[in-house]
């Protein structure tokens, strides 16, 4: 809703539609050329192995760690560590365009001007609130495309073409208008009937927004940006529906998503709800990973589902949203005072002061970000455990989070991990692989330098 709240929105679309699939599309005529080979898995470093008849957790952790060394680990590094600047510069530059269209007049205007076309007070509402959108995307926009394409490129992260990427952020942008421009009216006609609780109702908004995004957009966005179909190799659905019915997941298909036109990233997504559960996993995963490898990271997406972690994010967050809200509501009226004659806002009802919103709403959740990183983290760890209780691969989970060590640093300060990680560490995770195997010996390498063939997965 608010300008942090579009942001938040956008970003989760994009993620969902690298990550998530839609209603079925045609089915299409299995290939007749041979299936291409799948991937082998880099061999256990000695120190996991167990073939000595011990595994020291330790030791193994950081025998998968040392595989990522010089050049690479110094790129990644750079690249995650510029993401906490970004989060400080994201703040900086929307309060310089929620100040920008204040203090020049252009949100009053843009106001004024719905006023004059409609008498309506909810289309006044979604007049401005479209002005509002647009405006602020197209001045975030210089921002967006250092991060999103100049940035990407530079880390080798990006396979768009610069026609590409903006094409992508007109469809986000259309989406976003598409979806906010009727929420923000009815927000506006929510606060003007409930000017003392709007906070309140505002943070229901936002859980409703995140129920979309996380249970809903998946079945409705994807095409817009990807193409969904069914996945027709059967040594990679098989085991991946065997281990979803193992952990009462019902769905006799897994989808396969174009998420390589966008970038090199690996992913895969459990979603959905009332019967339209989705198994998808994009064509990266597919063509990087090793089988045990694609086990390991559905998995973990199977432990989110399973767990209704899509239930718990909405309900966590929109608690902390809440309570951001409600220090907004007592801040804004005494910013209005100061300077609302100069800005033209009437009060908390008039849409001319939703850049004011947006800027103290923003500033609020930049300084909860420490707690809704931890809430996503945490309920990562749990899937991390599910999965490997599920899929019973800890090596292969090893080297999954090794390839996602490219744009995420492996081993962080435990101060770093608490402020800036929304996911556990690769350095964790390992750890948690390597904690995990040394609790199954069955997972062991035998003497012969074989492993023991995993148990059948469940919960």
Same mark, same amino acid.
């Given at each position: 809703? %608010? ?84 989060? =400080? ?21 843009? +106001? ?44 080798? =992260? ?10 992508? /952020? ?8 598409? =979806? ?18 709007? /906070? ?73 709800? %009332? ?61 209005? +005072? ?46 991390? /455990? ?48 390597? +904690? /995990? ?23």
């Amino acid at each position: 809703m %608010l300008w942090w709240g579009m942001r938040l929105a956008t970003l989760l679309f994009a993620g969902v539609a690298l990550a998530a699939a839609l209603l079925p599309a045609p089915l299409r005529a299995a290939a007749a050329a041979p299936r291409p080979a799948l991937v082998e898995m880099a061999p256990v470093p000695e120190a996991a192995s167990g073939s000595a008849g011990r595994l020291d957790v330790s030791a193994a952790t950081h025998a998968y760690l040392a595989e990522v060394s010089g050049p690479a680990r110094v790129r990644s590094d750079a690249y995650f560590e510029g993401g906490y600047w970004l989060l =400080l510069w994201d703040f900086l530059w929307g309060a310089g365009v929620s100040l920008l269209l204040l203090a020049s007049g252009w949100s009053a205007a843009m +106001r004024d001007r719905a006023e004059r076309w409609t008498r309506r007070a909810f289309l006044r509402g979604a007049l401005y609130s479209l002005q509002y959108l647009v405006a602020t995307a197209v001045l975030s926009l210089p921002l967006a495309f250092y991060e999103g394409f100049v940035r990407e490129h530079s880390y080798g =992260l990006s396979n768009l073409g610069l026609g590409g990427w903006f094409g992508e /952020w007109g469809k986000g942008l259309a989406v976003t208008v598409v =979806l906010l421009t009727p929420a923000l009216a009815l927000f506006y006609r929510i606060v003007a009937r409930a000017p003392r609780t709007w /906070w309140l109702w505002g943070a229901a908004s936002v859980a409703v927004l995140l129920v979309f995004a996380v249970l809903i957009a998946p079945v409705v966005l994807v095409p817009i940006f990807n193409d969904p179909k069914p996945l027709r190799d059967e040594r990679v659905a098989v085991p991946i529906l065997s281990m979803a019915r193992a952990n009462g997941i019902a769905t006799g298909q897994v989808w396969e998503i174009d998420a390589s036109r966008q970038s090199n990233r690996i992913s895969a997504n459990v979603s959905g709800f %009332l019967g339209t559960q989705r198994i998808t996993l994009n064509d990266n995963l597919l063509a990087r990973a090793s089988l045990p490898e694609i086990e390991a990271v559905m998995g973990h997406e199977i432990g989110h589902y399973a767990m209704n972690h899509g239930i718990a994010l909405v309900l966590e967050y929109g608690l902390v949203a809440a309570a951001g809200l409600a220090l907004v509501s007592a801040l804004f009226e005494r910013v209005r +005072r100061r300077s609302g004659a100069r800005w033209r806002v009437r009060g908390v009802d008039d849409p001319a002061g939703l850049p004011l919103l947006a800027l103290l709403f923003s500033g609020v959740m930049l300084i909860a970000t420490p707690v809704t990183n931890t809430i996503f983290r945490t309920e990562e760890q749990a899937a991390d /455990w599910y999965g490997l209780n599920a899929a019973r691969q800890p090596d292969a989970f090893a080297r999954a989070t090794l390839k996602v060590s490219e744009y995420r640093k492996l081993e962080p300060g435990w101060l770093e991990e608490i402020l800036f990680y929304d996911h556990p560490s690769g350095r964790t995770r390992i750890e948690t692989a390597m +904690r /995990w195997k040394a609790e199954h010996p069955e997972t062991w390498e035998t003497a012969g330098g074989h492993t023991a063939p995993p148990a059948a997965p469940g919960r």
